[in-house]
């Protein structure tokens, strides 16, 4: 087991790429540095997670939950996070299971995990790929006009670097943003971006695939 087990959130960014974008992601395998490889090594993808400090305290950890009245349709989502010791994509994110804590409260803020990032994508911390892309879970919502600032910020960090991320997936629970940083012009305010919904049904396959794969 991994520190924190992060591979959960490894299999859970592996499974939302290949369900959403298809085919082009199925071969992906997690391995480290980056987290997500192909193994023809055409595309290599560093997983990490971004979280207002201002949020940690709202965080909730299950063992606070014991004195709480659970609506009964909720009940069977609040067991499977108890048992499994992760809460991504349930209950809309509310709570966080005990097994994963450590890895929201250690979270750094959006800009600073992608100044983080880009700088060690850029000194060959990650190897040799043709091509690279940052996933990044964001225990916050993001309005769209946040997504476009954060697509020009790490273009311009990365604007004048040899080694750069080409694409950037923001993904929240209900929603992932795939963002092309090869085509930003800050001046314009030019971003190319998609999103793409996930549904609670999504949501709750993707939970469940990334705890038995």
């Given at each position: 087991m991994r520190k924190f087990d992060t591979c959960f959130f490894e299999r859970y960014a592996?499974?939302?790429?290949?369900?959403?974008?298809?085919e082009e992601y199925s071969d992906l395998v997690n391995e480290d540095r980056p987290d997500l490889q192909k193994p023809d090594r055409s595309?290599?993808?560093?997983?990490?997670?971004?979280?207002?400090?201002?949020?940690?305290?709202a965080l909730n950890m299950l063992r606070e939950m014991a004195g709480l009245d659970v609506l009964e349709k909720d009940?069977?989502?609040?067991g499977k996070i108890i048992t499994s010791g992760y809460g991504?994509?349930?209950?809309?994110?509310?709570?966080?299971?005990?097994?994963?804590?450590?890895?929201?409260?250690?979270?750094l803020p959006l800009r600073r995990i992608i100044e983080s990032k880009i700088r060690k994508v850029a000194s060959g911390f990650y190897g040799e790929f043709e091509e690279f892309g940052l996933y990044i879970f964001c225990k916050d919502s993001l309005t769209e006009e946040e997504v476009t600032m954060t697509m020009e910020y790490a273009s311009e960090l990365q604007r004048h670097l040899d080694v750069k991320y080409s694409k950037m997936y923001l993904s929240l629970i209900n929603r992932l943003y795939v963002c092309d940083l090869s085509d930003v012009d800050r001046t314009e305010h030019n971003t190319n971006y998609t999103s793409f919904d996930i549904s609670e049904r999504m949501c709750k396959e993707f939970f469940l695939k990334a705890l038995t794969d």
């Open positions: 592996q499974i939302t790429l290949e369900t959403v974008l298809g595309l290599g993808i560093e997983v990490t997670r971004a979280m207002e400090p201002k949020k940690e305290e009940r069977d989502e609040i991504y994509g349930l209950q809309d994110g509310k709570y966080v299971g005990h097994l994963e804590y450590e890895y929201w409260s250690l979270a």
